[in-house]
């Protein structure tokens, strides 16, 4: 691949590499290519998706090796709706799964999570009491706002200095989204029973951190499953980043798999370090005019990137600093053929720990696996038949784990020995909290994938699944940013860069860093240019549908009917305002006119 040198910033860049085939690597592909750019796409695997992949067995069985329910779907639809096109249009079948959850506890009840309120009330009133569905009520309009502030201000918009994180509006709003305070703290004011408290606040496992660590604003995860449901692509999660590789492959991105990057090559020193282009583990080299990495941030600054001489000076030092921040949790996952249907089992289903903070202290301070492990089990044939031969199923056992370290302090991580721990407590827990009979004997076939696997297999950072921590310290401003350090005309895209992890968050991300760079370079953003003529203030759709800030979809308006106005008293605080001023407007007339223009009945009444 050739490319020309770029020696002014505002020159246009004509070519660009992305290192890794990921969810980040997949999108911003498709968007820069979409901007007129030649995109080369280099992933070390044979396969493309990242975490987002499939393993499928001989026998048909099928099974997502990472996520495996979407959440916040507008951010789907945006980036399809972005590049022309819908979900629908490119074969995409969302499939909704009812109920959200089956949650078990260890004294027998279950706690069953979904978008139908009348259900959440029963199931609500049944632990906390009639009022206990008020609180909900007003914890869901809280996390509404969370969710809502989240979409402007953070999850679409960039942070390049923490300057801008000090205006008042944006401060104002950061207020709004407790990000100081636990969501475990604040899952308290609303939910008066610790069983409610866990069953809206474990969501924050998705973010790879412990609800007693987790700022409050994680709130809008349970929040749009609850408000907009959980979803799954019918024939797996991969069928998503499928469709987007095929848009991107139709705007001429190449793709080479099993084309590991081993270096970013780098001309220039100190503030003037350009990358050029990337080695490959053959020893091919590539140059381009810029560099998108889709690799784990901390394994890219660490191994990538150069490490001596001027141009890696300052990567070096950066490097060194990343590796002292938190990371997210590990997870050791089976991937289970059986012979027959659990009916037991929905969809989705979470077994909390009994002893539920000593669960997370082990995970997440001890780097290790509680005795009694809190884990999620997934049953895509339930909502996708196509996932396991008829008259059996596919099961996926997540078990949330301490990352690697190597740490002197840390006890050592014999990971055999805590593989065959979490095996043995899943089948038992399963078995004792559902009656379903056991599982093993129907254990036909198993895949298990360990921290070991997930560093080894998609170079991530310590095995952490999610990249860093999404701690008060580790996001906005303070989050690794989407432009190099160091390095000019490199950026990144993926879970550990802002706005952070997920798959409809890298998905939001790769559209900022897309922008980012056309920005940067002095390009039109296309996406914009179609948002202008749909007349919305989102991106528009071939089918008159507007995907708005947030992802969200709505019509375009164009009735008189359809115009959004509030009326003037739209708060009790405007009308108790207005009560005032009008009481006052009234005594200062009486003042003005003066008692002889009153009636002398009225004055004989008082």
Not at 454 to 478: P, T, Y
Request: glycine residues 10%; contains cysteine.
């Amino acid at each position: 691949m050739s490319a020309g040198s770029t020696t002014q910033k505002k020159q246009t860049p004509k070519t660009a590499i992305v290192i890794g085939a990921g969810t980040g690597g997949i999108a911003i592909a498709a968007r820069l290519a979409k901007a007129g750019l030649a995109v080369t796409v280099l992933e070390k695997n044979s396969f493309t998706g990242g975490r987002c992949s499939l393993f499928t067995t001989e026998a048909g069985f099928r099974f997502d090796q990472g996520p495996s329910l979407l959440l916040l779907p507008g951010l789907f639809h945006e980036a399809f709706v972005d590049l022309n096109t819908t979900l629908k249009d490119e074969g995409v079948e969302l499939l909704q799964c009812t109920p959200n959850y089956d949650i078990w506890f260890a004294d027998g009840e279950v706690f069953r999570s979904s978008t139908d309120t009348a259900a959440m009330k029963r199931e609500i009133e049944r632990f906390e009491g009639p009022d206990g569905f008020q609180r909900y009520l007003t914890w869901m309009a809280e996390a509404h706002g969370h969710y809502e502030t989240s979409l402007r201000q953070i999850l679409h918009r960039n942070f390049t200095s923490v300057a801008q994180m000090a205006g008042p509006r944006f401060v104002a709003a950061c207020i709004g989204l407790h990000p100081l305070e636990s969501i475990w703290s604040r899952a308290g004011r609303y939910f008066w029973t610790d069983r409610l408290r866990r069953v809206f606040t474990f969501a924050t496992m998705y973010m790879g951190m412990s609800p007693f660590d987790a700022p409050s604003t994680y709130s809008l995860l349970q929040y749009t499953e609850l408000a907009e449901g959980i979803w799954y692509p019918r024939g797996g999660f991969h069928k998503v980043l499928e469709a987007l590789e095929r848009v991107g492959r139709g705007l001429g991105v190449k793709y080479r798999l099993n084309a590991p990057v081993t270096r970013i090559l780098a001309r220039g020193g100190g503030d003037g370090a350009r990358a050029t282009g990337v080695e490959l583990a053959s020893g091919e080299t590539l140059e381009a005019d810029l560099v998108v990495v889709n690799a784990d941030l901390v394994y890219a600054y660490s191994n990538l990137f150069p490490q001596q001489g001027a141009v890696g000076e300052k990567t070096a030092r950066y490097a060194k600093d990343l590796q002292k921040r938190d990371a997210s949790c590990s997870s050791i996952s089976f991937y289970w053929s059986l012979s027959k249907k659990v009916p037991q089992l929905g969809t989705h289903n979470i077994f909390l720990a009994d002893e539920y903070k000593a669960s997370f202290d082990v995970i997440f301070q001890d780097k290790s696996l509680p005795d009694n492990p809190s884990f999620y089990i997934n049953v895509p044939s339930r909502i996708d038949p196509s996932a396991a031969p008829a008259g059996c199923d596919a099961v996926i056992a997540l078990v949330p784990v301490g990352h690697l370290t190597s740490a002197p302090e840390s006890a050592p991580q014999d990971w055999p020995a805590l593989v065959a721990k979490a095996r043995a407590a899943v089948l038992a827990i399963v078995q004792a909290r559902t009656g379903c009979e056991a599982l093993a004997p129907l254990i036909t076939h198993e895949i298990v994938n360990t921290p070991n696997t997930w560093r080894d297999k998609f170079n991530l950072d310590r095995g952490a699944i999610l990249g860093l921590s999404h701690n008060f310290l580790n996001v906005l401003a303070f989050r690794p940013r989407t432009r190099a350090e160091g390095l000019a005309g490199a950026y990144f895209v993926g879970a550990s860069t802002h706005p952070g992890t997920g798959v409809p968050i890298v998905l939001a991300g790769a559209k900022i860093t897309a922008e980012q760079i056309l920005e940067d370079h002095g390009m039109a953003i296309p996406w914009e240019r179609a948002a202008a003529a749909a007349g919305g203030r989102g991106t528009s759709s071939p089918s008159g549908v507007v995907a708005g800030e947030g992802g969200s979809r709505r019509r375009v308006r164009v009735s008189s009917l359809d115009q959004i106005r509030p009326p003037l008293w739209v708060s009790d605080a405007n009308l108790l305002l207005g009560g005032i001023i009008g009481a006052l407007v009234v005594l200062l007339l009486l003042l003005v006119a003066g008692p002889s223009s009153l009636p002398a009945s009225f004055l004989g009444d008082w």
